[in-house]
């Protein structure tokens, strides 16, 4: 994953790209689909670009739009 500036951003889990029921995508440290907790995440407004390259993914986001927060994802959240 990488910044606006193409630097490299390591969080402590691997990130993953989702894509929530209303259309919009985002990128989370964690398994939110598994009920479980999550660090970093950021969303929609934020993911500049995402693609697959050679099988890869690759993300590139607004490093300033990451947000840290621990929760508990439910399936009738709001997110």
Same mark, same amino acid.
């Given at each position: 994953?990488?910044d606006? @500036?193409?630097?490299?951003?390591s969080?402590g889990? &691997?990130?993953v790209?989702? /894509?929530? /029921?209303c259309?919009?995508?985002?990128?989370?440290?964690g398994s939110?689909?598994?009920?479980?907790v999550?660090?970093n995440? !950021? &969303?929609?407004?934020?993911?500049?670009?995402?693609a &697959?390259?050679?099988?890869?993914g690759?993300l /590139?986001i @607004?490093?300033?739009? !990451?947000? &840290?927060?621990?929760?508990l994802y439910r399936e009738?959240d709001e997110h």
């Amino acid at each position: 994953m990488a910044d606006q @500036n193409n630097n490299r951003i390591s969080w402590g889990l &691997t990130p993953v790209l989702y /894509k929530c /029921k209303c259309g919009d995508r985002f990128i989370s440290e964690g398994s939110p689909e598994a009920d479980g907790v999550i660090g970093n995440y !950021v &969303t929609e407004g934020g993911i500049i670009d995402a693609a &697959t390259v050679e099988g890869v993914g690759v993300l /590139k986001i @607004n490093k300033s739009l !990451v947000l &840290t927060r621990h929760l508990l994802y439910r399936e009738d959240d709001e997110h």
